[in-house]
């Protein structure tokens, strides 16, 4: 089993920033894929950011236009995704996941493992 701890969500002004990491703990495997996938209310989960275990990172260009970074450190099973220039659009519950095939992959059904989630609200 694996489990998946978010941290770093909270309240923002537009425009400012927050680091979410999310920590990986249980049974060792390697390679796989973290990704982070956020959810507004009322809308469906949408993808972010995903990164390989050799370092190979997918964004969701749409709507982060350099705005975010997704980083990992493979020893310590830790990604991190690093978010500036916050608008109130993305205010949602941010959760990470683990694709232990290794893909890479935007489509959350390719993902097993999942975190509680955090939540990130950025105000007007």
């Known amino acids: 089993q694996v489990q998946l701890v978010e941290s770093g969500g909270g309240l923002v002004q537009a425009g400012g920033s927050l680091r979410l990491s999310c920590a990986a703990s249980?049974?060792?495997?390697?390679?796989?894929?973290m990704g982070w996938f956020r959810q507004a209310p009322g809308k469906d989960r949408e993808f972010v950011a995903s990164?390989?275990?050799?370092?190979?990172?997918?964004y969701d260009a749409d709507f982060v236009k350099g705005r975010f970074t997704i980083s990992r450190d493979n020893a310590k099973k830790t990604v991190f995704l690093q978010m500036n220039s916050l608008k109130p659009e993305d205010t949602a519950v941010y959760y990470c996941a683990v694709d232990v095939s290794d893909r890479g992959s935007s489509r959350w059904p390719e993902y097993y493992y999942w975190g509680q989630g955090t939540q990130v609200t950025v105000s007007s």
């Open positions: 990164i390989r275990w050799s370092g190979l990172i997918t």
């Open positions: 249980g049974r060792p495997f390697s390679p796989y894929t």
